[in-house]
Structures are given as C-alpha cells and as structure tokens.
C-alpha cells in the first residue's frame, strides 16, 4: 500500500508550486486544468507555472473528456492539497483495508476500522482534480476572474 502513499505525495508535491498564485494571493486565481492525449497527462497551468501528471488517469474516470481546458477554483485547490495533506500524513494509506474508488475527475479513499467491520468501510479523503466542466461553469469563471 506504500504504492499509493507515494502517488499521492507526487500528485501533492507536483501541485504544491499553485499555492502562492492560488491561496496566499490577495486575488486567487484559478488553476487551468486539461488532459492531452497524445502523452495521457493531466495539465494544470497557471501564470506561467505549470505541471503534468500521469498518476491521475490510472485512478480517476473522465479525463479523457477534458480535451478543452476547465478549471479548478481556489477553493477546490485549497481542499485538494487539505485532504491530500491529511491522507499522507494519517497512516491510513498503509493499513490493510484501504481502497480507492475511481470517479470522474478524481478519486476517493475508503478504509474499514478493524473493530468495527460489520459497518463497512468509511470514506476518508475526496480527491477532484477540476471543479467543474460545463460551458456555464467556464463562462461563469472567465467573467469572474477576467480570464
């Protein structure tokens, strides 16, 4: 399991060169998000920083619908890097009863507390790479932040 603790400290790691732009700013912007392709990356882009991942498509669904760029608000990113930082830093992620279930555009965590197994599992991190995908919602963002 020590497989996934490592993907997800390189997904924090990678994404952790936003957080000036997107949290500490006096005016947050958005982080531009796209998957291309001809590599399978997953892109985020902003003012001139940018970072590829590969780990996402082995764990999420949908990337491949993600040919226009989207975006990921301040807000998302900041409760990304949160869970992210409390999955890594719990040792969740190295007991034996820990799953991952892909979804669109990211994945969640579960894992069953070994007393307690007739309640099934719980989940422990939601992990969404973009906020959202639809024309209202990137024409809502372009306005709001001048993009």
Do not use: H
Not at 28 to 55: D, N
Not at 66 to 89: F, G, H, R
Not at 129 to 144: A, D, N
Request: neutral net charge.
């Amino acid at each position: 399991m020590t497989t996934l603790q490592n993907d997800l400290l390189e997904i924090y790691n990678s994404l952790v060169i936003f957080n000036d732009e997107t949290i500490k700013s006096r005016f947050p912007i958005p982080i531009k998000v796209w998957y291309e392709r001809e590599s399978r990356l997953l892109v985020f882009e902003q003012k001139g920083k940018s970072a590829r991942l590969w780990i996402p498509i082995y764990y999420s669904l949908g990337f491949e619908d993600l040919v226009k760029p989207t975006y990921l608000l301040p807000a998302d990113y900041d409760y990304l890097m949160y869970n992210l930082s409390e999955l890594i830093n719990s040792s969740i992620l190295l007991e034996d009863r820990t799953i991952l279930s892909p979804e669109n555009y990211g994945f969640d965590i579960y894992a069953i507390t070994r007393g307690e197994l007739e309640k099934g599992p719980d989940i422990k991190g939601t992990i969404r790479f973009v906020s959202g995908v639809s024309w209202f919602f990137k024409l809502r963002v372009k306005l709001k932040y001048k993009l």
